[in-house]
């Protein structure tokens, strides 16, 4: 296992798209987590799987967010109707239960929306 | 609130020198803190991590020290090589009680070692 895989890697999309990222986390890894990252700013917490179930969601995450981890392997974030407000680096980490905070980050998807 | 923030924007330094790297949290009950490099494109990757009941970790030419008094977190860089060069964040964590899964992370802090 390579880590964690992120695709795409960049992303142009128009103001009203929907946009779809994908995630492969570690496949021992049971926990799954969505950040987002913008210039100069730490990533911030949107939304956490264990398994299949999503535990929480930050408030970060508007009704246009979903995510899903259907099987409790990949993960997918989609956004619909984008806004440029939501250009930024999406960053998806696993890690075990047990762990702690030293998740795995994968690379990124960098959105960008004009 | 609870945040976790850090002292200096960006640190330059020589080639072969130390490089120390501050960071203040705010949260008391943050119990567990981790630092990340990330380097241009790429995500953050783990470099050490210390938990609450120690004030002192060290790892491959870097150490972490942890001053609960003053709810103060440094990284120490031995030597530091051009490939340090790179934003580093701290990330605080509270293991236990439901929240042991989310990281909160400062601004961070642009390492830049000169030749």
């Known amino acids: 296992d390579t880590g964690v895989s992120q695709d795409p890697r960049h992303k142009i999309t128009k103001r009203g798209q929907n946009v779809t990222f994908r995630c492969d986390p570690i496949?021992?890894?049971?926990?799954l987590y969505w950040y987002r990252q913008t210039l100069g700013q730490g990533p911030e917490f949107l939304t956490y799987?264990?398994?299949?179930?999503?535990?929480?969601k930050s408030r970060l995450l508007s009704d246009r967010f979903s995510a899903e981890r259907p099987k409790g392997s990949f993960s997918t974030l989609e956004i619909q109707r984008t806004e440029q407000g939501d250009s930024a680096m999406y960053l998806c980490?696993?890690?075990?239960?047990?762990?702690?905070?030293?998740?795995?980050f994968g690379s990124g998807t960098r959105l960008t929306v004009v | 609130g609870e945040s976790v923030g850090l002292h200096l924007p960006t640190l330059s330094v020589q080639e072969g020198d130390n490089s120390i790297i501050n960071c203040a949290y705010s949260?008391?009950?943050?119990?567990?803190f981790i630092w990340y490099k990330q380097e241009s494109g790429k995500g953050p990757q783990f470099i050490i991590d210390?938990?609450?009941?120690?004030d002192k970790r060290q790892g491959q030419r870097v150490t972490v020290l942890l001053n609960k008094t003053v709810k103060h977190l440094s990284l120490q860089i031995a030597a530091t090589q051009p490939g340090d060069s790179a934003v580093y964040f701290c990330?605080?964590?509270?293991?236990?009680?439901?929240?042991?899964?989310?990281?909160?992370f400062g601004k961070g802090t642009l390492l830049t070692v000169n030749p």
């Open positions: 210390i938990r609450s009941n120690m």
């Open positions: 980490a696993s890690s075990l239960r047990d762990r702690g905070g030293g998740y795995t």
């Open positions: 799987f264990q398994n299949e179930a999503q535990l929480e």
């Open positions: 496949s021992e890894h049971n926990r």
């Open positions: 949260n008391s009950a943050s119990d567990y």
């Open positions: 990330a605080e964590n509270r293991v236990g009680g439901g929240s042991n899964y989310k990281l909160t």
